[in-house]
């Protein structure tokens, strides 16, 4: 049985900084690449971050590049996602997801389509 299991999400004030991780298990771990939506009250679902199998290759939104890393550890079937100068605009329920694409394209990385498994979520609160 696949699962993607979020945590590390709660409240913090502006500026301030917080690691989510995603545990994985049921699947081969370091043959999907790993990405890190979210969503907003009131508002679709947004691609955050996505990471080859391999971690050696990344690709960010325009809202959160310079801010955020994505990272994962393959050995430990888990995914990070370090967050940074958080401003009240992440706050958001961030999900992680697992596709089995390997050629990164505006065409693949950023579309849920793409994905094969998610997680439920997690809570992030940016308060001003």
């Known amino acids: 049985q696949v699962q993607l299991v979020e945590s590390g999400g709660g409240s913090v004030q502006a500026g301030g900084s917080l690691r989510l991780s995603c545990a994985a298990s049921?699947?081969?771990?370091?043959?999907?690449?790993m990405a890190w939506f979210r969503q907003a009250p009131g508002k679709g679902r947004e691609f955050v971050a996505v990471?080859?199998?391999?971690?050696?290759?990344?690709i960010y939104a325009d809202s959160v590049e310079g801010r955020f890393t994505i990272s994962r550890v393959n050995a430990q079937n888990i995914m990070y996602l370090q967050m940074n100068s958080l401003e009240p605009e992440d706050t958001a329920v961030y999900f992680c997801?697992?596709?089995?694409?390997?050629?990164?394209?505006?065409?693949?990385?950023?579309?849920?389509?793409?994905?094969?498994?998610w997680g439920q979520g997690t809570q992030v609160t940016v308060s001003s």
């Open positions: 997801a697992a596709g089995r694409f390997t050629t990164f394209q505006t065409e693949t990385y950023p579309r849920e389509k793409q994905y094969d498994y």
């Open positions: 049921g699947y081969t771990f370091s043959d999907y690449s």
């Open positions: 990471i080859n199998r391999g971690g050696g290759f990344t």
